[in-house]
């Protein structure tokens, strides 16, 4: 039984892209699927950042490599993935991790505010999804990871940028798990609920707005990246065949309450 487990749960031979991968979740997760046996390749623009993931990952007798750029600047995109496949021959896996968060009130929000919070969160994901999943097709198979938020079902005050971009992730992820699944294409998202990392780092400096998150949440704690770690290698796994289209939420219990 444990072997089957193993195995189950295995990505040995599997090549696997993680944008945002440099810090924060998409660190945690990049770590975890190289741990599981994944070839990562780690795409961000903070090149620094990128190189000491792969280091680490390296270091733990993984596999990784860095890929710098931009994904906001879809055109490049065709072009980024295709330098990815030369390299690794394959692509198996896809974590659509890249993001970031404007906090401003909904009536200060600007165009040139909302075109950046889009054209990463959810642009460059569907993107890149196209991108990869023409790969995938011709290879007959495919997982995809989508990052959502707690914001794509609830509200919360100045961030409806965010909580509309990642609201559309949501979307893209049932909309895409439907037509893929012809190609044996999964496609399904996590959705990450008050998370310490470099991003948020500056909520957690407001002591009563940590007493309100934490009262809010019934494990009693924030997030931290390592508690992505299963829900990524599960989805990229064998183990999540018979799933698609769904958004897995890890936030502690918040919206079970």
Known sequence: MNGYLESLFSLKGQVAIVTGGGRGLGRGMAIALAGAGADVA?????????????????QKGGRADAFPADVSKVEEIPGLVQSIHAAKSRIDILVNNAGFIIRKSALE??????????DINLKAAYFMAQAVGKIMKEQGRGKIINTASLTSFIGL??????????????SMTRSLAIEWAKFRIHVNAIAPGYFKTQQTAALFTDEKRVEWMLSRIPWGRTGLPEDLAGAAVFLASAASDYITGQTLIIDGGWMAG
């Not at 780690?42 to 390296?58: A, H, P, Q, W």
């Not at 929000?109 to 889009?118: H, M, P």
Request: glycine fraction near 12%.
């Open 42 to 58: 780690l795409v961000s623009r903070t090149e620094g950042e990128l190189n000491d993931t792969v280091k680490e990952i390296r």
């Open 109 to 118: 929000f600007t165009l040139k505010d909302w075109e950046r919070q889009l």
């Open 157 to 170: 005050p100045n961030a409806s940028g965010y909580g509309i971009s990642r609201g559309g992730v949501v």
